[in-house]
């Protein structure tokens, strides 16, 4: 239904700044949630940002005021930037789809992109 593909991620010193790309094979219009995650080693998953058709957006405690997410909706891009970044956003940022629109309803499946590394050292 949809393919993500993610970029922008590399080496960056504590303090600095990042913007990850998530690109769509598809209009992103009407897919209910585009969110990003990321899982550093030895931890679970977890959410950093969800952005809803609606407009509606979520963050993790431990990103906000630091990261913002948006959409370009004529590129089919979800971006994530992150400034301020700190050694503990070190991960893989890996980027979601949820409830993904279809021709006959609603796509409950998650898709995810490959993920992008994220590195935060000095």
């Known amino acids: 239904q949809v393919q993500l593909v993610e970029s922008g991620g590399g080496l960056v010193q504590p303090g600095g700044s990042l913007r990850l790309s998530c690109a769509a094979s598809?209009?992103?219009?009407?897919?209910?949630?585009m969110g990003w995650y990321r899982q550093a080693p030895g931890k679970q998953r977890e959410l950093v940002a969800r952005i809803t058709s609606g407009g509606t957006i979520n963050y993790a405690d431990s990103v906000k005021g630091r990261f913002t997410i948006s959409r370009d909706i004529a590129k089919n891009t979800v971006y994530l930037q992150m400034n301020n970044l700190k050694p503990e956003d070190t991960a893989v940022y890996l980027c979601?789809?949820?409830?993904?629109?279809?021709?006959?309803?609603?796509?409950?499946?998650?898709?995810w992109g490959q993920g992008t590394q994220v590195t935060v050292s000095s």
């Open positions: 598809r209009s992103i219009f009407s897919i209910r949630y």
């Open positions: 979601n789809a949820d409830q993904v629109p279809t021709g006959r309803g609603t796509d409950l499946r998650d898709y």
